[in-house]
């Protein structure tokens, strides 16, 4: 596998995100639901091998681009093909479990290259769903679903982020494009749920002693509440402070491998620890290294 080195200074552009983060969390909201939409169509042979690329607008007009699950296979068919970096699924494991009363299929795919380089990627998919008149049933291609994902993650992690990022850029003005709006993200946002079925409390707002890191700008220095948004801010400048431009890669295992979540979320007790584990230096390994997980 080639190192992650930036291909040009405006493609290195392209992977520093400037964008809030509560948008990108709309963005990848809508982005992770539309594809499950094409992973079934591609399962009923019915969905466009062009559909390589999201384009998502925010509710102030900024572009978030990204691979759908089908650009994803397509990037690593590119690899295979032009640099020989053999990348498979090596192992698939799955198995349902209830979070918050909810059945979910859960899947963990492993992808390898053929210098033994490995990541790892996790998935969930609701096994009922709600169709558009309200009624609720069983999704047939839910298990499918998940695995596709858990598959799509794995494989995400095994190419460097400068040339995703200059294939999305050509497969957008090649018009390999799917269009999503910020009402997409509206529409299809469900309150995000931890891999291991803990039940988060959302009624009361979490406290911590008065005055407990109020200099990192998420306590209230008056009542003691904790601002979650404003944790997770910190935790990604602290991720971004440590392992630079790839820090939501790092992130993303270390919320795999440490906590069992696929998901940008933990219950408040978590997120604090993990921000402290970060500030004091415990994840450095992660950045250490170049995809691969132990």
Partial sequence: MEAREPITEEVEAMVVNTVPEEEMEKAIVAMDYKDAELIEASLKGM????????????????????????????????LNENKGTNIIIKEVTWGKETINGEEYFVAIAVAEDANGNKWWGAATQPILIT?????????????????????????????????????????AQEGKVVELQARDAEETQQPAK????????????????KGNGNSNGFVNPETGEI???????????????????????VLKQILLKEYRTDRFTLPVDQAL??????????????????????
């Fill in 273 to 294: 620890e993990l921000y402290r584990l970060l500030k004091e230096g415990e994840f450095d390994h992660y950045g250490s290294l170049e995809n691969t997980v132990i």
């Fill in 47 to 78: 969905v466009s091998p062009n559909k390589l690329v999201y384009r998502f607008t925010t509710s102030g007009g900024e572009e978030i681009k990204g691979l759908t699950v089908l650009g994803v296979r397509e990037v690593v068919r590119w």
């Fill in 131 to 171: 169709t558009k008149d309200g009624t609720r049933r069983v999704d047939p291609f839910a298990l499918q679903k998940t695995i596709s994902k858990a598959q799509r993650n794995a494989l995400r992690g095994m190419f460097p982020e400068p040339l995703a990022a200059e294939l999305v850029d050509r497969w």
């Fill in 194 to 209: 931890p891999l291991t079925g803990e039940v988060v409390q959302t009624e009361k707002p979490h406290q911590t002693e």
């Fill in 227 to 249: 601002n979650e948004r404003e944790l997770w801010r910190a935790i990604y400048r602290e991720a971004r402070n440590r392992f630079g431009d790839y820090f939501r890669d």
